[in-house]
């Protein structure tokens, strides 16, 4: 029954590692300053419109995400824990038209240097469904290459 348990909470959290080729400090940076945020935020063909951001623990932050087709999806969260530059923590529901919020997850990207490299571990939980979670896990991960593809050219122009 636990390793069951076990499985079935596996099932509800989503986590992606990246090895990004760019210095920690840097990575941490594009994180934690909306004028970078803008420029990587949200998965393939997304544009981010708004990103409001009180970058410190307990600070709230309030961006959106644009489709191709124009579509805004607004998320919201709070701060919980930052440590510069190895870990961020902060709370991600949806908000809807109306302001009511979705479930609510929480979000840790947690970053080591390896040299001039920046090991990305990102972890997300807990997701109401399988589906909820593989839903999230295909934009994360086309973020993260969007992320990749911003910051490593800024890395090199150092």
Request: aromatic letters at 16%.
């Given at each position: 029954m636990v390793a069951a348990l076990a499985a079935k909470d596996k099932d509800r959290e989503l986590t992606i590692e990246r090895i990004v080729d760019a210095p920690v400090g840097l990575v941490?940076?594009?994180?934690?300053?909306?004028?970078?945020?803008?420029r990587w935020w949200g998965p393939k063909d997304f544009t981010c419109p708004s990103c409001e951001m009180d970058f410190r623990e307990g600070g709230a932050y309030r961006s959106s995400i644009r489709s191709p087709d124009g579509e805004d999806a607004w998320m919201v969260g709070h701060y919980n824990e930052i440590v510069e530059p190895e870990r961020i923590v902060f709370t991600f529901a949806w908000e809807d038209a109306d302001g009511m919020r979705g479930p609510q997850t929480l979000v840790s990207v947690t970053l080591n240097a390896q040299g001039e490299q920046t090991k990305l571990?990102?972890?997300?939980?807990?997701?109401d469904s399988v589906e909820?979670?593989?839903?999230?896990?295909?934009?994360?991960?086309?973020?993260m290459e969007r992320l990749e593809a911003y910051v490593e050219p800024l890395g090199h122009a150092h």
């Open positions: 941490f940076k594009v994180w934690s300053q909306p004028e970078h945020i803008v571990v990102f972890h997300q939980a807990p997701f909820d979670r593989d839903s999230h896990q295909n934009g994360w991960t086309e973020c």
